[in-house]
Nanobody, 124 residues
């Protein structure tokens, strides 16, 4: 059974940093595309960053240069290093897994498995 468990969220001031982690189990981790999504209150869920099975990464424009996604295949863990955080980054952050590993996708419907989320709150 697939499990994705996120951690590392919290409350920080603008300009601060957080590192999110997502520990995966129950599937062949290295062959999957993994991604971070986020959903702010009253808004649709959006992709933040993705990394495919070949290590290719993509980011949504609003986080480029501030966030870094990485995938540790030995530890079955996905990370999101978030620097220079802004109040508009406040959201619930979700880890997602797509069995079709190639292509760092940003479409929600392409991901079969989801974690429960971890809250990130950035104050001004």
């Amino acid at each position: 059974q697939v499990h994705l468990v996120e951690s590392g969220g919290g409350s920080v001031q603008a300009g601060g940093s957080l590192r999110l982690s997502c520990v995966a189990s129950g599937f062949t981790y290295k062959t999957y595309c993994m991604a971070w999504f986020r959903q702010a209150p009253g808004k649709v869920r959006e992709a933040v960053a993705a990394v495919d099975s070949d290590g290719r990464v993509t980011y949504t424009d609003s986080v480029k240069g501030r966030f870094t996604v990485s995938k540790d295949n030995d530890k079955h863990t996905l990370y999101l290093q978030m620097n220079a955080l802004k109040p508009e980054d406040t959201a619930m952050y979700y880890c997602a897994a797509d069995p079709w590993g190639l292509g760092a996708k940003h479409r929600e419907y392409e991901y079969d498995y989801w974690g429960q989320g971890t809250q990130v709150t950035v104050s001004s």
